[in-house]
């Protein structure tokens, strides 16, 4: 089995193993596990084929938003991603339509139970554990429902520390300690109640929303007034190969790495160069997987450029301008072809190269999980929504949008509080700003004591370094949040290399003149590795423009303050010094490309509808042929018409509509099925027996 054993940041838990079978063989997984990831472990990416071509078919958002993982599990069709494994559970491909379950000729139907609640929450990601818990802190009746088994959203996937205000938002700590200090303040609640494991499915125009409950109980919920609170499903390219087993989200990547533990690839590329994709390539890192490299059709990343950094720093080619011609392989993924554009975003002939690789991660962007506050808006819910599900931002944005919208729905309440909303809403705005280009800065000309040096160059939202020095020395200009810190010096520093450990960006070093004027003991932050460095191990430094050679050890030590990132001291000659800015434990090995030859492929060969393989090349067809309605499409092709109703593939139509000369306001937008999400017939008919409330 292909499991994490250790890692520089998370805990591995003990998990007892538990025995299923997948298409007739036995294997282990552990409890507590999803379907997938327990398929993964075993190094099973197919499972199952469409019943249109025989397409193979494996995951891609990880999230429960599409239905490309699905699988038979004892009988019944479900999401692998979402079903937990049970010991001895039976699991088949979902190849074509499967044998309908026995009937039950005695079914029993009644009405499902109906609850009322002040505040219904949709989503505990940051987001929603963020209104909950000033809501809670109000004693307002609140019920906060996720279709996970932990709060938290996708924090609990986040190893690296969060930007921001350290007061506000908990800067300087992991989103796995902020997803923890979050879901335990609203825990203490006494009037939010909290379900995971349930799904919202549905809102309806008398102000009812359907919600599948863990023990598969469907129930209505009432709520006075609601907040979405939903997140984000992530964006997918059309091009050849992109449903190819091993072609996924980072999302889903982070998904089995970070929460489950999995080693589920051996070589990952990644397309995309904003934070999540830069991010994914870190984790990678530190769960020991290759990163061969990353792409970004942009002139510049789109993310942080610390997070950039990170990566050039480890020896990870960052490729700007570069776009994805093909990925290849004949069912699952072995290699990418890319290709350089010009400043036109025009593919440069001859520019094409291959990379072997084992994983392909798309990170180009995702999309507002909104469809339930815009049906709300149509059915007049008294309705809010905050995070990702009202604007893609930061995580730290919105813990921000959490609490503002909260305090509306107080407003609208009549509660009075001491809430600075203005101020709220300013903070949270500057946290979703793009970050601007990076700035030359100038190092401190000082060469005796001891003294941080700060080489972050892009002024972006992030203050923990101001908040933690014992000496109060690092301050920013005017205090402003945004802007690059500086050490103001009219107090000596100690050295205590608090501002070095916090810092989430891994950007500040600690030069020591002290004992020797020459040679300085320059102190690094390290990530890497789960063993504390050994004094005498040689390592490599690194400066902006490149390595810098190789060094000893001279001191190893851990604050207490944070555990999970070592302080490595190394003697550097004194010319070097100030300019090196990280270290790291091994050589950078590049990938050369490879040969590979590539069979010219046409629009028909790319899917752009995964779930009834409807191409580009058939959609183009139509678009040519007069079609502006989204429905009539639907008619002549089933596009939308999947599982995951039209999730992924709708932003990838009205991009080609585009492409062919189509404005969006010639288009006729398509009919939203009832249900956002799909739930088993069964489930409707069943009566609950149980009449105690919830």
Request: proline share 5%; net charge neutral; aromatic share 6%.
């Amino acid at each position: 089995m292909d499991t994490i054993s250790q890692h520089p940041i998370l805990e591995i838990p003990k998990r007892k193993k538990i025995s299923f079978t997948f298409n007739g063989e036995k294997l282990t997984a552990f409890e507590g596990m999803v379907i997938s990831s327990a398929l993964f472990l075993n190094n099973i990416k197919i499972f199952g084929h469409h019943p249109k071509d025989n397409a193979d078919q494996g995951i891609f958002c990880a999230n429960g938003q599409c239905s490309q993982c699905n699988v038979i599990a004892n009988g019944i069709p479900v999401k692998a991603c979402m079903t937990f494994l049970e010991e001895e559970m039976k699991i088949e491909p979902c190849n074509g339509l499967p044998e309908l379950p026995d009937v039950d000729n005695n079914p029993q139907t009644g009405n499902p139970r109906l609850v009322e609640h002040k505040v219904l929450i949709i989503g505990a990601g940051p987001a929603g554990l963020s209104a909950a818990k000033i809501l809670g802190e109000f004693n307002i009746d609140t019920l906060l429902i996720d279709d996970k088994n932990h709060l938290g959203g996708k924090l609990v996937l986040q190893t690296h520390k969060f930007f921001g205000s350290q007061e506000d938002v908990y800067a300087g700590k992991r989103g796995i300690e902020i997803g923890q200090i979050l879901g335990e303040e609203v825990r203490n609640l006494a009037s939010v109640k909290v379900w995971l494991k349930s799904t919202a499915i549905a809102v309806f125009s008398d102000g009812i929303v359907g919600v599948l409950k863990e023990n598969m109980e469907y129930m209505l919920i009432k709520p006075e007034y609601l907040l979405v609170a939903t997140g984000a499903r992530e964006k997918m390219l059309v091009f050849p190969g992109n449903t190819l087993p091993g072609v996924y989200g980072a999302g889903a990547f982070q998904t089995l790495v970070n929460r489950d533990f999995v080693r589920c690839a051996k070589k990952i590329f990644i397309v995309g160069g904003g934070n999540v994709g830069l991010i994914a390539g870190y984790h990678a890192i530190q769960a020991g997987i290759h990163v061969v490299g990353l792409i970004e059709a942009l002139p510049q990343c789109g993310g942080y450029k610390v997070h950039e950094d990170k990566l050039r720093n480890l020896g990870v080619p960052i490729l700007t301008k570069h776009t994805i011609i093909s990925a290849n392989g004949k069912n699952k993924v072995e290699s990418i072809t890319i290709s350089q554009l010009d400043d036109k975003g025009n593919l440069i002939s001859g520019s094409e190269k291959t990379f072997s690789c084992d994983t392909i991660l798309i990170a180009v962007g995702l999309n507002p999980v909104d469809e339930f506050y815009s049906k709300a808006i149509q059915f007049g819910f008294k309705v809010w929504v905050a995070g990702d599900a009202q604007e893609i931002a930061e995580a730290s944005a919105a813990i921000y949008t959490g609490k503002i919208e909260a305090i509306k729905m107080l407003n609208e309440m009549g509660y009075s509080h001491g809430f600075n909303l203005t101020d709220l809403e300013r903070k949270a705005e500057i946290m979703k700003a793009k970050p601007p280009s990076p700035k030359m800065i100038e190092l401190p000309k000082q060469e005796e004591g001891v003294m941080p040096i700060f080489h972050c160059t892009q002024e972006i939202p992030c203050n923990p370094c101001t908040t933690v020095c014992p000496q109060e020395q690092i301050k920013t200009i005017d205090d402003q949040i945004t802007q690059l810190p500086y050490f103001m010096g009219d107090k000596e520093c100690i050295g205590c290399g608090k501002c070095v450990a916090v810092c989430p960006g891994l950007a500040v070093t600690l030069v020591d003149y002290r004992k020797d004027k020459d040679n300085p003991s320059v102190t690094f932050p390290l990530e890497l590795s789960d063993e504390k460095l050994e004094v005498g191990q040689n390592l490599y430094v690194l400066s902006e423009d490149g390595d810098l050679g190789k060094f000893p050890v001279s001191r190893s030590r851990i604050l207490k303050e944070f555990p999970k990132t070592q302080l490595i001291s190394v003697k550097l000659p004194k010319n070097i010094a100030k300019i090196a800015t990280a270290i790291k434990l091994d050589k950078a090995t590049y990938d050369e490309s490879i040969d590979l030859y590539q069979s010219q492929r046409t629009d028909d060969d790319i899917i752009v509808c995964r779930c009834e393989r409807v191409s580009v090349g058939e959609i183009r067809k139509w678009i040519r042929y007069g079609v502006r309605d989204f429905n009539e499409l639907k008619a002549l092709t089933k596009v939308g018409m999947g599982a995951c109703g039209g999730k992924t593939c709708t932003p990838l139509i009205n991009r080609i509509f585009r492409e062919e000369g189509v404005s969006v306001d010639q288009i006729n937008e398509g009919t939203k099925r009832p249900l956002f999400i799909e739930v088993p017939m069964g489930i409707f008919t069943k009566v609950n027996k149980n009449k105690e409330e919830p």
